[in-house]
């Protein structure tokens, strides 16, 4: 058992979200509650997964004005999530508002770039050229860092150089997870699970390698196997 892996739970309502974190059972102590299923049930399927003892990452990837982002920090705090994500983007202020709402027991993690974006789109996106995604994700971990923030979502081909960034004690998490030969589908920059842990993350989120499969508990046991310290 390993909570390094964490399970997205990319349903349209909490019923098969359910299903599926009652199919993995205890082989599976953390699940990602993202936009389209907060969205669909709010705060009920946080608390579900609570009382099943589920640690939860909240990824509602949060950009907006500081007093809104700290209070919706405040809030996300009450529910016992673990993760929260907030976007590196919405500068400086936002991320320092955000880290002294955060109550004790949550751990906020700033997205760099989103992994569906390659060196070409981001440039579509800041208006200019960008040769290396990974080298905008590295900026941006450098004001994460200075803001106080716990950890960053990154890809897992930049974990090393963020963790450079970053120190030894902040939480990497990287999303855009596939084993070798499965589709990337809206993804860009993916890497193995191995290779992700190997790169200096300390967490990875895998979705629809899981969720799709035809044996999702056995596709979980075989990622998490790879996960350091699983037993």
């Known amino acids: 058992m390993s909570d390094r892996v964490i399970v997205?739970?990319?349903?349209?309502?909490?019923?098969?979200?359910?299903?599926?974190?009652?199919?993995?059972?205890?082989?599976?102590?953390?699940?990602?509650?993202?936009?389209?299923?907060y969205t669909a049930e709010g705060a009920a399927v946080v608390r579900a997964l609570r009382r099943r003892g589920k640690h939860v990452?909240?990824?509602?990837?949060?950009h907006d004005i500081p007093n809104t982002v700290a209070r919706a920090t405040a809030r996300a705090g009450e529910l016992g999530v673990r993760f929260l994500t907030v976007h590196a983007a919405g500068g400086?202020?936002?991320?320092?508002?955000?880290?002294?709402?955060?109550?004790?027991?949550?751990?906020?993690?700033?997205?760099?770039?989103?992994?569906?974006?390659?060196?070409?789109?981001?440039?579509a996106v800041f208006g200019r050229r960008v040769e290396d995604a990974g080298?905008?994700?590295?900026?941006?971990?450098?004001?994460?860092?200075?803001?106080?923030?716990?950890?960053?979502?990154?890809?897992?081909?930049?974990?090393?150089?963020?963790?450079?960034?970053?120190?030894?004690?902040?939480?990497?998490?990287?999303p855009g997870i596939r084993a070798p030969g499965e589709p990337r589908h809206d993804q860009r920059r993916v890497r193995t699970p191995a290779e992700a842990f190997r790169a200096g993350a300390t967490h990875i989120v895998v979705g629809r390698p899981v969720t799709f499969a035809p044996d999702p508990a056995e596709a979980f046991a075989r990622i998490a196997a790879g996960a350091p310290g699983a037993s």
């Open 8 to 37: 997205a739970l990319d349903f349209p309502s909490a019923e098969p979200a359910l299903v599926l974190a009652d199919r993995l059972g205890p082989a599976c102590t953390f699940y990602k509650v993202g936009l389209e299923l």
């Open 57 to 62: 990452f909240l990824d509602l990837k949060l």
């Open 92 to 123: 400086a202020a936002m991320l320092e508002a955000a880290a002294a709402a955060s109550p004790g027991g949550l751990r906020l993690l700033a997205v760099t770039v989103l992994t569906s974006l390659d060196a070409p789109g981001l440039g």
């Open 135 to 174: 080298l905008e994700a590295e900026r941006l971990a450098r004001l994460v860092r200075g803001a106080g923030l716990g950890g960053v979502v990154c890809a897992a081909g930049e974990a090393g150089r963020i963790r450079a960034v970053m120190g030894p004690g902040a939480a990497i998490v990287t």
